[in-house]
């Protein structure tokens, strides 16, 4: 099998004569166009308000920092006495750990407040949501 020669058209016929037409090339003008700068419209936006922080507690001991503004301990447990059955601090400066029973008698819980940012450890028999207020 020897290969079969094609030939190819020229442009302008068979004897490749013809004259490439020009085109007319479009000049670019530099005026630049502006865009619209969208306006805000004034719609107002629901705000979502944020949720208030809260602690979660489960069943057992919870190393927690307290995140609200310091509050005597029975105020901060509220109603979470029957799940927190203690809550325990460490006293770097007495070398001592305090405690709030929400069931113990008043003056044997040495632990007065709850302070903002520091860490407790809430012993719990169950599950409970702290909201902070």
């Known amino acids: 099998g020897n290969p079969t020669a094609t030939s190819t058209p020229s442009p302008g016929g068979p004897g490749g004569s013809a004259t490439p037409t020009s085109t ?3 000049t670019a003008t530099a005026t630049p166009t502006r865009t619209p700068t969208p306006k805000a419209s004034p719609t ?5 308000l944020p949720l208030p922080p809260s602690l979660a507690i489960v069943p057992g001991a919870n190393l927690l920092a307290w995140p609200g503004a310091d509050l005597p301990a029975g105020q901060a447990l509220g109603g979470h006495g029957k799940v927190i059955q203690i809550v325990y601090s460490w006293n770097a400066a007495t070398r001592q750990w305090e405690h709030y029973g929400p069931d113990l008698p008043g003056y044997v819980n040495n632990l007065q407040v709850l302070q903002s940012g520091n860490a407790y450890w809430f012993i719990a028999s ?4 702290i909201l902070i207020d």
């Open 126 to 129: 169950g599950s409970s949501t």
């Open 24 to 26: 007319p090339t479009p």
């Open 44 to 48: 107002p936006t629901k705000t979502p």
